[in-house]
């Protein structure tokens, strides 16, 4: 069991260049998210996905674009990275009903530089 | 919105002591659950301890306990007999009970140090 697996771990880009961060669970979790974290802060959720084919903004959408064709596969794309974006991005999953939510299983990150 | 805060940036506690980092939320609701996460060096993002708003009873982990005040919305994390390798950043979580909201509101983390 990997958990939640994202590629790559760094990458630098350049201004207006668009690239596509990849995220996969193993765990058939239904709900999946991305959050960023920005130095010396906490994490915010940029968009999430409650399952396959259903996506929804979350507190700082703009800029990026996602999509849930499987269960399993959330990647988050860039388009036209500019340097705000310049931050590490985490993706989780969880599994939640109609009652509970359980608790989000965390990716090891990317650190994206926009230089 | 939901808010989560946490007022100590840095903490640092001597090997086998006891810490406790603070958090304090602000919400209008009535069910919700509170989270500690742990973030070593690694960057992984590690749960401690989890509460749910409508238990009275505090969460216990292991040395990881808490303090849940819901009246003062304080969610404090109590860690005993700390260990060297507790030396991380800590985050203080919010997340709704209700389905359909999935924004999980972090605080912007208490960096503890273990001196050995």
């Known amino acids: 069991n990997a958990g939640v697996t994202q590629t790559p771990k760094f990458r630098i880009l350049k201004i207006g260049q668009s690239m596509t961060l990849q995220c996969t669970q193993d765990?058939?979790?239904?709900?999946m998210y991305w959050y960023r974290q920005d130095p010396g802060m906490g994490l915010k959720l940029i968009y999430y996905?409650?399952?396959?084919?259903?996506?929804d903004k979350g507190e700082v959408p703009n800029g990026y674009n996602v999509s849930r064709s499987t269960t399993e596969d959330f990647p988050l794309r860039l388009e036209l990275a500019a340097p705000s974006q310049t931050s590490v991005y985490f993706c989780?999953?969880?599994?939640?009903?109609?009652?509970?939510?359980?608790?989000?299983?965390f990716g090891p990150g990317t650190r994206l530089t926009v230089t | 919105a939901q808010t989560v805060t946490q007022s100590q940036p840095e903490m640092s506690v001597q090997e086998a002591e006891t810490v406790t980092l603070s958090c304090t939320y602000d919400?209008?609701?009535?069910?919700?659950?509170l989270f500690w996460y742990k973030q070593p060096p690694s960057r992984q993002m590690i749960l401690v301890i989890r509460?749910?708003?409508?238990?009275?009873q505090n969460a216990t982990e292991n040395r990881f306990s808490v303090n849940f005040q819901k009246a003062a919305k304080s969610f404090s994390l109590k860690i005993s007999d700390s260990q060297l390798g507790d030396a991380a950043m800590y985050f203080c979580?919010?997340?709704?009970?209700?389905?359909?909201?999935?924004?999980?509101?972090f605080g912007a983390g208490t960096r503890l140090t273990v001196k050995p």
């Open positions: 509460q749910e708003a409508y238990k009275q």
């Open positions: 989780a999953s969880s599994y939640a009903t109609g009652i509970v939510a359980y608790e989000q299983y």
């Open positions: 996905s409650v399952g396959a084919g259903i996506t």
């Open positions: 919400t209008s609701e009535s069910d919700y659950y």
């Open positions: 979580a919010y997340r709704s009970s209700k389905y359909n909201n999935n924004d999980m509101r």
């Open positions: 765990m058939n979790h239904n709900y």
